[in-house]
C-alpha cells in the first residue's frame, strides 16, 4: 500500500534531502511540500495525508502550534512524524508515543524505520489524535517546579531567584550556575544533567545554546557575531562572560532576536 506524505520545514535543502530519502524508501507518494507552520494546516486539511514529517522549529507557527490548530478545527490527523535537530524537543515527542522523531541530518534507514513504524500504526486501534492531544497538553501544562533554585557554594546552601540566573555551564559532570543582581555569585547545582536543571526553569526564560551552556535569555547583554557566521553570547554577569552558540541553535538565535 502506497502512503502519502506531506513534508513540512522551512528550509528548502531539508524538505528536498527528505524527498529523496523518501523516493528510494518506496511506496511513499510525496503529495505536498510547506514550509511553515500555516501552510502545513492548509496542506493537511487538503490533502489528508496517511503521513506528515513536520519540523518542529520555524518561524511563527511551530510544529507543536500546527498540531494544537489541527486539533481545536476538529481535523483528522495523519501520522505524525516529528523532524528536529533540538533534542529536547524530540525527547518530549517521543516520550508521549508519537509515531516517531527524526534527527537532522536526516539518515536514511531512519527515515525507513519511521515509514515503517507509521504503516504498522496506520487503521490500530489508538488514533494518532490522542497521542498527539497528549503531547500538546503536556507542553502547555509544563510550568517550572519551583521558583527558585537551589545551589551549593563555599559549603553552603543558597537559593537563587529564576530571574535572577544568568547561565549555567556543565563540566566534567559538574554543573555550575552563575547569577546576577545584588547577590550575584557562582554555585553548583545538584542536577546532574543541563537537561535535568532545564525542566525545573521557565522554558520562557531559558534556553539551550550549546550543548554544555543553558542561558537566560533576559540576560543576554550583547550578541558577537563569530567564526564562519557562527555567534557568542555575552552575559550580564560581573566577568561579562562570553557563550558559544551551537550550530544547530544558530537558527533558534536568529528567530528569538530577528538577525
Known amino acids: 500500500m502506497s502512503l502519502s506524505a506531506v513534508i513540512v520545514d522551512d528550509e528548502q535543502l531539508a524538505r528536498d534531502e527528505l524527498a529523496f530519502l523518501l523516493k528510494n524508501v518506496g511506496d511513499v507518494d510525496v503529495v505536498a511540500q510547506g ?5 502545513a494546516v492548509n496542506l493537511i486539511r487538503e490533502h489528508n495525508p496517511d503521513l506528515v514529517f513536520l519540523d518542529v522549529q520555524m518561524p511563527g507557527l511551530d510544529g507543536f502550534g500546527v498540531i494544537k490548530k489541527l486539533l481545536d478545527r476538529k481535523v483528522t490527523l495523519p501520522q505524525i512524524v516529528f523532524a528536529t535537530a533540538f533534542d529536547q524537543y524530540a525527547v518530549k515527542a517521543f516520550e508521549v508515543n508519537a509515531v516517531d522523531y527524526l534527527l537532522k541530518p536526516f539518515d536514511k534507514k531512519r527515515v525507513a524505520q519511521s515509514v515503517q513504524k507509521a504503516r504498522a500504526k496506520l487503521g490500530g486501534a489508538n488514533p494518532a489524535s490522542d497521542k498527539l492531544e ?3 497538553k ?3 501544562s509544563q510550568k517550572p517546579q519551583t521558583s527558585k533554585i537551589l545551589l551549593k557554594t563555599a559549603g553552603r546552601l ?3 531567584n529564576q530571574k535572577d540566573i544568568c547561565f549555567a555551564s556543565i563540566e566534567d559532570g559538574i554543573i555550575t550556575v552563575v547569577t546576577t ?3 550575584g555569585m557562582e554555585g553548583q547545582s545538584n542536577c546532574r ?3 535535568e536543571l532545564l525542566d525545573s526553569l521557565d522554558s520562557t526564560l531559558f534556553w539551550r545554546a550549546h550543548r554544555s551552556y ?3 535569555i533576559n540576560r543576554i547583554k550583547e550578541v558577537v557575531p563569530w567564526f564562519k557566521s557562527s555567534y557568542q553570547l555575552r552575559m550580564d554577569d560581573k566577568k561579562q562572560t562570553e557563550v558559544p552558540v551551537s550550530r544547530a541553535q544558530t537558527k533558534r538565535l536568529r528567530e528569538l532576536f530577528g538577525l
Open 158 to 160: 543558597f537559593l537563587a
Open 138 to 140: 503536556m507542553l502547555e
Open 193 to 195: 544533567t543541563l537537561e
Open 181 to 183: 543582581g545584588v547577590n
Open 214 to 216: 543553558l542561558v537566560n
Open 134 to 136: 497528549t503531547l500538546v
Open 35 to 39: 514550509k511553515n507552520g500555516v501552510e
